[in-house]
């Protein structure tokens, strides 16, 4: 067997290492690229990232402002449908139910309340005169006597609705007999708010069914102190400019304007119509 010399060892040896270290760097020299191109590839997703999340804040900036101009737009349709809603709901109401009357207003003689409902006998001081009332009027009616009867106080209807030609006869008997001293406690026809079928003429105990020392009772006392709860206001008060004081007559206004006028204290009479006017689309809430 030939014998192997130390050179050829020595050489030998030499060799693998070279080998080994050519492909250790090799090696090395790959993991080294990698590392580079993952780095690249990093710093692009970065980078992209970086875009994704500008654009991303924009779209949110954008879409928020789509939001809001939504609502914006979804508001004013409401509003448009709300004041549609009101000008519907005043097309259907009566314009003539809070008009000024007393010597300042004109109801022609045709007018007629748009539906008129029976006042029950019960409630009435001469139980042979029928009389009638508004038929929306009349909840907000019942429940002012029974509210008042709870606090032990009687109120009859003595008046309600008269008609231009019912008023028209009243007016021509109380000339006859107080001449134009009549003009300062009866309205001419189409004068009258009892035409409008919202007004009352109550009396109660202790003054014989008239009118006469009303102001005087415990029920003139509750009706000053709780109508307008009902939507009822005082007419002809102390120191009105239309008739003399009336304390028994009361006309329906609704209970927001009724309550204005109370809490207020003023009188229906005394209030600009437009103001008044801004009540009539409420009359019956």
């Not at 900036?61 to 914006?72: H, I, P, Q, T, Y």
């Not at 189409?190 to 919202?198: A, D, K």
Request: glycine content about 8%; aromatic content about 14%.
């Amino acid at each position: 067997m030939k014998k192997i010399t130390e050179k050829q060892i020595y050489t030998s040896v030499i060799g693998i290492l070279l080998i080994i270290i050519s492909g250790g760097a090799y090696y090395y020299s790959d993991l080294y690229q990698k590392k580079i191109s993952l780095e690249l590839r990093v710093s692009e997703l970065e980078d992209t990232l970086g875009i994704t999340e500008e654009n991303l804040s924009q779209k949110e900036e954008d879409l928020l402002a789509e939001k809001e101009r939504v609502g914006s737009l979804a508001e004013e349709v409401q509003n448009i449908v709300g004041t549609v809603g009101i000008l519907d709901k005043l097309s259907k109401t009566d314009k003539e139910l809070l008009q000024k009357y007393s010597k300042v207003y004109f109801l022609n003689e045709h007018y007629v309340p748009s539906n008129l409902s029976s006042i029950p006998l019960v409630h009435l001081y001469n139980e042979s005169v029928a009389q009638q009332i508004h038929s929306r009027v009349w909840p907000y009616l019942e429940d002012l006597i029974l509210a008042a009867a709870d606090d032990g106080v009687t109120l009859w209807i003595n008046s309600a609705y008269r008609s231009f030609g019912t008023q028209s006869t009243l007016k021509a008997r109380y000339t006859t007999v107080y001449g134009s001293g009549a003009n300062t406690f009866s309205a001419d026809q189409g004068y009258s708010e009892h035409q409008l079928g919202t007004t009352i003429d109550f009396t109660t105990k202790g003054i014989g069914g008239g009118v006469d020392g009303f102001e005087k009772t415990p029920a003139y006392t509750w009706l000053l102190e709780n109508a307008y709860k009902y939507g009822f206001a005082l007419s002809y008060p102390e120191g009105n400019a239309y008739y003399v004081f009336e304390p028994w007559h009361w006309r329906f206004v609704g209970q927001e304007l009724a309550t204005y006028l109370h809490k207020t204290n003023k009188n229906f009479y005394d209030e600009d119509q437009r103001k008044i006017n801004e009540y009539l689309v409420k009359i019956f809430d």
